[in-house]
């Protein structure tokens, strides 16, 4: 599988592109803003974009969705949990404070255990509430995409609306912290650094240890 982490939006987000590099087809996972600059990566490796993937459903990480799907005609994924709690009216209030576009309903609803295939490589979804209800993680062996549940050094944060401190590390010590300590840590944002491991964050992450 080929990935191409791209930081975007005024969060900065990590956004990967990942895609089978026999077929071309590819999936955008977390694609939070800077479109222009996610679709000309997209051109230069003639990728088909079957699926823009939402770890989770924050604003910084679905704003692109909208413009991305009108480019691509690719399918908006999402776990069904957040799928639901992004559209209760208050959360969506208490949100649009960011002023970030919003996201096209999901096209495509997962849950723990789902796989969703682009070419001849799979993800499969790991449920992990805590920052979200509906938070996930994408794994393919040796990589995982963390999204906001785990980062480099650090976690996500559980103060906004649907967070969980408690569910959260309990997401990440029985669902992440079992995968091989080999396992490659892609977050969902920077702080701390660019990636990391499953073992290296088991052993050292200072909010888990
Ligand atoms: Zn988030
Ligand atoms: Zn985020």
Known sequence: MRIEQIPVGMMQVCCYIVS???TNEAAIIDP???EDKILQRCRANNLQVKYLIATHGHPDHVCGN???KEETGAQIVMHKDDAVFFQQPEVRNYFSMLGLPESPPPDMLVEDGDTITFGREQLQVIHTPGHTPGGM???NPPDCFTGDTLFAAGVGRTDFPGGSSRELMDSIRT???VL???TI???GHGYGGSKSTIGEEARSNPFLN
Do not use: M, Q
């Open 185 to 187: 840590v892609w977050p």
């Open 66 to 68: 909208s413009r991305l």
């Open 175 to 177: 669902r992440l912290f």
């Open 20 to 22: 089978c590099e026999e």
């Open 32 to 34: 939070g803003g800077d």
């Open 180 to 182: 091989p300590p080999e």
């Open 137 to 139: 993680c994408l794994y």
